[in-house]
């Protein structure tokens, strides 16, 4: 079955604190794309960033990056240097066979000033 | 600009009174979705529509219905068959899906939706 598991509920972090967000999913399809989308306080979705099962390249952005490693079926989020701006809802998510997106619950992040 | 449009932001209605959330987007894409988030919880998939004129029931349609008569416009009617409808709506695009692609989904900024 699949299924992403963000075991983490909530963090809490002191501003510019690093912080590494953790996901595991579960698939049996060999191509499959994982997906991580921030919410803000606002609700609306941002997309931040696509990642397919060949590719196992650690991708850095800015002061995120992603750490994607198909032996652990994990793929976790950094934010270095944490803002308060980057309080926030972070989900992680799985496109499955069927091109839908398996969503995990989501980890709420504080970043206290 | 490009985008998704959901309006609007608060709803509130009466319970046994069904209730249209509109969704229109403008990024020419194939794919239509409407998600239900509660507090506190992940996106759970009510329906989605891959072209005009179809669309196929998701994790937890009973009590919804939506519509896709224009390929901008996925409207989904809340009805009072659905116990417990208060909740955080979502609706999402994307290019359709298959042929390899990603298909990464842009969400419209949501409908709070609260019966009394």
Redesign the interface.
């Known amino acids: 079955a699949q299924k992403v598991t963000q075991a983490q509920?909530e963090i809490s972090v002191v501003e510019k604190e690093d912080v590494t967000l953790d996901c595991v999913y579960e698939t049996r399809d060999t191509?499959y794309?994982l997906?991580w989308?921030k919410q803000p306080p606002?609700?609306?979705?941002?997309?931040l960033i696509?990642r397919?099962s060949f590719d196992e390249q650690n991708e850095i952005s800015g002061r995120y990056s992603w750490n994607f490693q198909k032996s652990t079926s994990s793929f976790n989020f950094t934010i270095t240097a944490s803002q308060v701006v980057d309080s926030a809802v972070y989900?992680c998510a799985l496109?499955d066979s069927n091109?839908?997106?398996i969503?995990?619950?989501?980890t709420?992040l504080i970043i206290k000033p | 600009d490009g985008g998704i449009t959901q309006s609007p932001k608060y709803l509130f209605r009466k319970e046994g009174q069904n209730v249209t959330l509109s969704c229109e987007q403008n990024l020419n894409h194939d794919a239509m979705y409407w998600y239900r988030q509660d507090p506190g919880q992940g996106l759970r998939l009510i329906y989605y529509s891959q072209i005009v004129n179809d669309f196929q029931k998701g994790d937890i349609a009973e009590g919804y219905s939506v519509s896709r008569e224009k390929k901008e416009s996925f409207p989904l009617t809340v009805t009072s068959a659905q116990k417990n409808p208060t909740a955080f709506y979502l609706c999402a695009s994307s290019f359709q899906s298959g042929g390899g692609a990603s298909n990464e989904q842009f969400f419209g900024p949501g409908t709070l939706l609260t019966v009394l």
Request: net charge positive; glycine share 14%; no cysteine.
């Open positions: 509920t191509t794309y997906f989308y606002s609700g609306e979705l941002v997309f696509r397919n989900f496109r091109y839908q997106l969503w995990g619950a989501g709420k």
